[in-house]
């Protein structure tokens, strides 16, 4: 029995918040959003009003600011929250740390504070593969060792998996599910909503479009001397919308009372392995537009491969990556081209 199918979407107008947003409404949840817009736009709520028909409640709120998180919680009657509020750039943080952990660690404290006082009751936190750094055997499993962080991005997201586990092990009331992304890209297939990168971008699918559509001249492949089948990196690359979908099995099995433990962690990924250079000739074959790149030396902080194992996403969650790359692929240029 599903008690309270209401949800707190913290980060919901960035890229995964958003989409996530979308699946939990078509799943039947109430969603309300927090967000103070940092790394996103207001137009965003319009975006998925308009793809669910729905009012969606949005409180332009910084979850760093106690005071005013308390407001929304005491305004709105969600029992789980999904929180996704933090910084994200692994450059900007190796540059910026007192940044990335002032903002990503004090954010979900101050979650997890004000939902002990107000009993509030579950929690998914939005991890990453990042946690597993360099991999000695692949693919991962939820098992294999995490490795020292390499960058303090890296490192706010172990230390908070381990504030939530810590916090689900003290505080009758919290229950936590981390997830543990591997690369998300793509957009919804309506193109309503997508990743909107401010600047140059960081990551390799929003570069490959931005050069597709002429606002980069060429992709830098950051190193072809990788031992791995072609030389470039292998990656796990996840649609969007099923990353999304993850969220919601993660929230239904927690509002439906089947967690085995307080605190649960599950990959969140294909487990196909794709090269950098295999998603960009792929990328220009499914939407026939060239992408012009030349190979340049490694990225530092880069690991050659790491994708998931995700049976236990796939038996535990009932979830599994439904999503055909190609179709992702499709998406994702037709996002970037609906923003010219
Ligand atoms: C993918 C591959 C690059 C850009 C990071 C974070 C992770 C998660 C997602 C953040 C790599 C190559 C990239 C380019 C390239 N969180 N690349 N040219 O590094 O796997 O993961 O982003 O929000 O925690 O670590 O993702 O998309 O940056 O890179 O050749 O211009 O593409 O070297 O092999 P990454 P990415």
Redesign the pocket.
Known sequence: MKTNKSVLVSGGTGFIGSHTAVELINAGYSVVIVDNLSNSEATVIDGIERITSQKIPFENVDTCDLKALRGVFERHDFDSVIHFAAF?A?GESVSEPLKYYQNNLVSFMNILELMKEFGRHNVVFSS???VYGDADELPVTEQSPRKPATSPY?NTKQMCEDILRDCCAAYPVTHGIALRYF?PIGAHPTAIIGELPRGVP????P?ITQTAAGIRKE?????NDYDTPDGT?L?DYIDIVDLARAHVAALDRMTDGKMQQKYEIFNVGTGRPVS?LELVKRFERVNGVPVPHRFTAR?EG?VPSVYADPTLANEVLGWKATRDLDDTLRAAWKWQQSLA
């Open positions: 994200k692994v990453s593969a990042t890296g690369n960081n990551n390799l699918v570069f992709l830098s492949i950051f190193g990196c990656r950098v990225r880069d």
